[in-house]
């Protein structure tokens, strides 16, 4: 095997996967290296300043305590003597005793030493009893210059408690000492780090070359099957995912080689098939952009959809502890329709959205027993809440309180369209197993049919119109026709085929359904479409089998007659709520009737196959499939009724939106 000259070994090392995660780990062990080894340094020079401070704090009381007396007659050679005693402690450069007037009595040295000190001043108190001098120095206080000053003596302060200010004592404290040990911290960190930094840097090297020892064996014999060598196998070095993946490339290999002679035999087939694809190249890109295009709308979708979740509605309630309402966002206002002119204290707003007095003691019972537990232990608790807004719709709340300072927070999780969502989205799960059952059982149904129907056809043939059995024959035809007519709408259920979507101006799609259905019959029709309404982007012929589905069941529904209206409206989740998991722009659909309306039993299953309230003529697959196409469509479809008053079914199909070319 030819290898290659130094030099371009080396920018092919430079250039591979190795060095570039070997040189990412290399710098990123320096940096961790480095950050720590300088946090270490700079918290050991923090701690050793705040004890030397403490030290001198200690010193300056031990100093304070004995100077009482002497500061007291103002006797300046025990004084001297106390503070020359101070200064042969270690470090100290500096010691001032001041009396109650602010007067310099002692002063060692006589000027300050310049450079960096640390200073540290105690004062002075007498005793909260007025003594005498001989009481003052009773045996079972000594005080003298020879008195050592220990830092476990205790202070003036403790000893005497608060008297009379006597005067203070200040010491001023070297930091030579300070920075020789920063600076042996900073040598050893410095050698603990390289040290590290090389320890790691030599493990993730060898660690590399090992790892990457297999892709590269790989990456030889990929090289080689690239240039047309099927002869040529590649070594297996370990028996992980790279060996494996060699192994499979090396029969790869070994079927290539089988089938070039096949490919020079299909090679004329193939130049006919490129003639048809250059034939077909301009369909091909027109659906490639739109493919793009609704990629493009799909990932929109996504971030909307992502930025709706981060925005959950929550309502956030700040009271004092007498229950006064000191904010209350928007959410209240937007979800119960009460703001702070409606709830000025909590009593208000719980009777409001709780108007059951029994039920609201609970959730207040409940309340109390959160800001217990987070006063206790500072544990959040929730627990759920069945609210009423001001227009009479119920909501679900999961509650929680917490406490900030005087104030106690409560916060409000508006649970309804999650749990409205979780329906849905176990009822798509549900309507997705049956469609893929019914889709096989209708693909083998129609399959049989066909063979039945063929078989009668035939039978026909050898048969005179005048044989009796012949009117049979063409009844059984029919009756085969019907129902693969059946079969056929249950396979739209299942799967409907791919939509080729596209932009359709709605307004005139729903014109022609509604026409075509009402046709003939004593139901009147109030069409309300704006010429303005944006084109969707759907399938104009499945969709237009969805409309003719909802027309026909409402005409159906009101066999006396009635109004069948139509409403249209562009809508987006940027300016109002939609449905869950709506996000995005939308042109909203509302199909309503003044018909018997839906029973509240049968309002779960309006979607479900099968199911159908009609008497004759019902499949029970017309709304499944309605619901089916619309999901395709990346849509969705509502519906509200009351039994006797009539149905409203509102669908949601997403605008055609065509972006402007780039200049």
Known sequence: ???????????????????????????????????????????????????????????????AGAVRLPLYAESDELLNSYAAETM???????????????????????????????????EVHGHPLTLSPEQALSPEQPLSPEQPLSPEQPLSGERAGAGPLVGEVRLYRGTADLWREARRLAALSVVLATTCWLFVSLSCYLILRRVTASFNSLMRGMEKVHGGDYVSRIDIVSDDEPGRAS??????????????????????????????????????????????????????????LKNLVQQLPLGIVWSDEEGEIEYLNSFMLDTFGYGADQAPDLDTLFTLICPDQAYRERVLEKRRAAIAAWEQGGLVTFYEVSALCRDGSPRHLNCSNQRSGSRVVDIMIDMTERELLQQQIVRNQKLESIGVLAGGIAHNFNNALTGVLGYISFAKKFLDRSHGAHELLLQAEKATMRAAGFANQLLSFAKGGAPLRKGVPVAALVEESVLLSTKGCNVSVALDLPPDLPPVFVDDRQMRQAFNCICINAVQAMPGGGTFSVRGRQVSSEQERLPAPLCGHYVELSFQDEGCGIRDEDKPSIFTPYFTTKTQLGTGLGLATVHSIVTRHGGLITFDSQAGKGTTFTLYLPVFCVEAPAP
């Open 88 to 122: 042969r402690l270690p470090e100290i450069r500096g010691v001032e005793i001041v009396n109650a007037r602010g007067k310099v009595l002692v002063r060692l040295p006589s000027s300050l030493p310049s450079g960096e000190l640390l200073s540290q001043r105690a």
């Open 247 to 304: 192994a499979s490339l090396n029969d790869l290999a070994e079927s290539l080689r089988r089938r070039e002679e096949e490919n020079r035999r299909l090679h004329a087939e193939l130049m006919a098939a490129m003639e048809f694809e250059i034939a077909s190249k301009e369909q091909l890109i027109s659906v490639n952009l739109d493919l793009e295009k609704e990629i493009e709308q799909r990932t929109q979708a996504r971030q909307e």
């Open 1 to 63: 095997m030819n290898r290659l000259p130094s030099p371009q070994r080396f920018c092919s090392f430079r250039s591979s996967f190795q060095f570039k995660l070997f040189l990412r780990f290399t710098l990123f062990s320096a940096v961790i290296a480095v950050v720590c080894g300088t946090l270490f340094v700079l918290h050991q020079i923090n701690q050793n300043k705040r004890h030397a401070e403490q030290m001198l704090q200690l010193q300056a009381h031990a100093l």
